[in-house]
T-cell receptor, first 111, second 113 residues
Framework: KAGVTQTPRYLIKTRGQQVTLSCSPISGHRSVSWYQQTPGQGLQFLFEYFSETQRNKGNFPGRFSGRQFSNSRSEMNVSTLELGDSALYLC??????????FGQGTRLTVV | GQQLNQSPQSMFIQEGEDVSMNCTSSSIFNTWLWYKQDPGEGPVLLIALYKAGELTSNGRLTAQFGITRKDSFLNISASIPSDVGIYFCAGQDSGGSNYKLTFGKGTLLTVNP
């Protein structure tokens, strides 16, 4: 069974630009959640989607948004990028109330 | 918001030694999870705990869900070089989504062969 797939693995963007990251969950998993990982703040919850609906949202500004498609694939978007948005963005998928399984992440660098 | 205090922050041990790390919370959690992360990779689930007092093993790893539901520990026995990495605890709060996890800051484990 394929794991959680995130694309792209690496990304370099300029301040002010926007970026879209993609996550394909494990087959059969309907929940997708997103986390931001930085050296200073650690792993922080961004939001979670289940059956195309956002169920939970973390404490991040409105520049961070996401969506989930009918095939459970998810995208997250960050608009008006700031230097502080540089981070490893991790996607996790799960089935019902089982454990969350993470992808390899997308390393975003904002210059 | 909720805080998870994970300790120690780092450990440097000799191959073959046992290791213990723990997490404490100011709030009750329904689920405790332990993950390991290698550089440049996503966290890999090691052990999941669902009941207060539960003790679960996965090979050389043993973890326990504290009776108060506010703490958990992870033990690694007979460490080997491939145990090197960052270990994270994560808690899921009661009434919330399983996928809204609160993470500790991690324990960096170095194993000297």
């Amino acid at each position: 069974k394929a794991g959680v797939t995130q694309t792209p693995r690496y990304l370099i963007k300029t301040r002010g630009q926007q970026v879209t990251l993609s996550c394909s969950p494990i087959s059969g998993h309907r929940s997708v959640s997103w986390y931001q990982q930085t050296p200073g703040q650690g792993l922080q919850f961004l939001f979670e989607y289940f059956s195309e609906t956002q169920r939970n949202k973390g404490n991040f500004p409105g520049r961070f948004s996401g969506r989930q498609f009918s095939n459970s694939r998810s995208e997250m978007n960050v608009s008006t990028l700031e230097l502080g948005d540089s981070a490893l963005y991790l996607c996790a998928s799960g089935f019902m109330n089982t454990e969350a399984f993470f992808g390899q992440g997308t390393r975003l660098t904002v210059v | 918001g909720q805080q998870l205090n994970q300790s120690p922050q780092s450990m440097f041990i000799q191959e073959g030694e046992d290791v213990s790390m723990n997490c404490t919370s100011s709030s009750i959690f329904n689920t405790w999870l332990w993950y390991k992360q290698d550089p440049g990779e996503g966290p890999v689930l090691l052990i999941a705990l669902y009941k207060a007092g539960e003790l679960t093993s996965n090979g050389r790893l043993t973890a326990q869900f504290g009776i108060t539901r506010k703490d958990s520990f992870l033990n690694i026995s007979a460490s080997i070089p491939s145990d090197v990495g960052i270990y994270f605890c994560a808690g899921q709060d009661s009434g919330g989504s399983n996928y809204k996890l609160t993470f500790g800051k991690g324990t960096l484990l170095t194993v000297n062969p």
